[in-house]
């Protein structure tokens, strides 16, 4: 399930190419984040939640939690699952197109494992370095793994900004209140279109400017970023993995939208599908935004702009919503946790397939 994680953030990703140390596990290299950041942002946190709670009353969010209808809600938490296994596959793919081959059930497993990490520890350790670390002790090289797993989100990205293009032209109700909304999501789309191109397509001229750009540091400093470039441009003229990646992340972005709908069928809110597939995109880059602990506050803020949008939706209804999607990815951490404590820290068995 794509949802609101940390981007790529794979330790060391730059470093040495071989193996992890026998017994050495993943987060032993990880520095911990300077301590007024984070008391900041849980000032941000504590402070948004403030702000929605006062005005949404936490009586009313609590009596709307309460009426949640529970089919609906174990709909929503079994996409979840799906949501792991479409991406663990999309990231097959994409390993496989270097010569790297590695089971969907390794990868699944590692999805999982990477909520329960992203959800726990945020402070110390984001989900996508975990990705990174279970690539790298499988054999892969550690600019390859980063590079692998940018391309995995920006082609996730790019399949979710697509569908908010389209259902721009469908939601009266979010245009006319967020009028700058249109200009926004078009400049998005151009620079994610733009990243692809750079990727996939590169021209000499275009990797000339770079490089000449990367002359300028000192080699300690240039080298880290030529490895990750190198890397990068590996995947040009991939087109048919390129292909299906976007297939694989077009299906995962109709999962994600699936998963909030079924959350809002199940508080019976007055919105249409089709609306999903603008609020849903919306809201995800909000929360990509590193400003609170695991995107708490925002979460809420953002639920309560884009749902109240709608007649009908109280901001009661949009903080309950917001609780209810936090409440389903935690419960898939906490699943990961166990996953995490009886897996195996060795190296895995290459996939023949």
Not at 199 to 228: A, H, W, Y
Not at 301 to 312: E, N, R
Not at 313 to 333: N, P
């Amino acid at each position: 399930m794509s949802g609101p994680e940390d981007g790529p953030d794979v330790p060391d990703a730059v470093g040495d190419d071989a193996g992890p140390p026998p017994g050495e596990t993943f987060g032993a290299k990880r520095k911990k984040k300077k301590l007024p950041l984070t008391l900041i942002k849980v000032v941000i946190s504590g402070l948004l939640i403030a702000w929605t709670v006062k005005n949404a009353e936490f009586g009313k969010v609590i009596d709307a939690m309460k009426g949640a209808k529970l089919p609906w809600l174990l709909a929503a938490f079994s996409l979840v699952f799906v949501g792991s296994l479409v991406t663990a596959t999309r990231w097959r793919g994409l390993l496989a197109a270097h010569g790297h081959r590695m089971s969907v059930f390794y990868l699944f497993q590692s999805c999982v494992v990477a909520r329960f990490v992203g959800q726990f520890l945020p402070t110390t350790i984001g989900g996508d370095a975990l990705r990174g670390w279970d690539t790298w002790r499988a054999g892969t090289p550690k600019a390859l793994s980063l590079a692998i797993l940018v391309i995995d989100r920006l082609v996730g990205f790019l399949a979710l900004i697509c569908f908010a293009l389209g259902a721009l032209m469908f939601s009266p109700a979010l245009n006319e209140r967020f009028p700058l909304l249109r200009p926004w999501v078009v400049l998005g789309t151009a620079c994610l279109l733009f990243g692809t191109w750079i990727v996939f397509f590169p021209t000499p001229r275009l990797m000339s400017f770079v490089n000449g750009i990367l002359d300028r540091f000192p080699k300690k400093l240039r080298s880290p970023f030529e490895k990750v470039l190198r890397a990068l441009t590996s995947f040009q003229g991939k087109t048919g993995q390129l292909g299906r990646a976007f297939v694989l992340s077009v299906l995962l972005q109709v999962n994600v939208v699936t998963f909030y709908w079924l959350i809002a069928q199940s508080l019976s809110l007055p919105i249409d599908y089709a609306d999903f597939y603008l609020i849903v995109p919306i809201f995800l880059f909000i929360m990509l935004v590193p400003v609170s602990i695991n995107g708490i506050g925002v979460r809420e803020a953002a639920c309560v702009a884009l749902l109240t949008a709608y007649a009908g939706v109280e901001q009661a209804q949009a903080v309950a919503f917001a609780w209810l999607e936090y409440l389903l990815f935690l419960s898939y951490g906490l699943l990961g946790g166990v996953v995490y404590a009886f897996r195996k820290e060795g190296a895995p068995e290459p996939d023949p397939a």
